[in-house]
């Protein structure tokens, strides 16, 4: 019997998601697979006063500067539904790449 962490099994690693700065345009990753129940995300990079990432999720999702924050490398566990997105901006002027990885059970 495969061992798991936790309850989700790697899935899709969707890496390098392109992060604007504030005032620029959301970026929408790829749909999630039909078998992703949860994504596990990632913003690396320096810390700062201001630094992390807005994100939100849905169909369509668009992120804004009144969307959920994620703090710079902090690692967020999301449950999410199969042809989801997630969105990104920037919370200052740093930009920069996300890790999303796709979970199953």
């Known amino acids: 019997m495969a061992v798991a962490h936790d309850i989700w099994r790697h899935n ?3 890496s ?3 992060v604007n700065a504030a005032g620029g345009a959301s ?3 790829a749909a999630f ?3 992703t129940r949860a994504i596990r995300i990632t913003f690396p990079g320096a810390i700062t006063a201001t630094a992390g990432l807005r994100f ?12 959920q924050l994620l ?3 902090w690692i967020e566990y999301i449950q999410v539904n199969p042809g ?3 969105a990104f901006i920037s919370n ?5 790449s996300v890790v999303v990885v796709e979970l199953s059970n």
């Open 12 to 14: 899709i690693v969707q």
């Open 16 to 18: 390098a998601t392109t």
């Open 27 to 29: 970026t929408q990753s």
């Open 33 to 35: 697979d039909s078998q």
């Open 56 to 67: 939100s999720i849905g169909t369509n999702p668009t992120a804004s500067s009144t969307t």
């Open 71 to 73: 703090p710079v490398q």
């Open 84 to 86: 989801e997105k997630i």
């Open 92 to 96: 200052d002027t740093v930009t920069g």
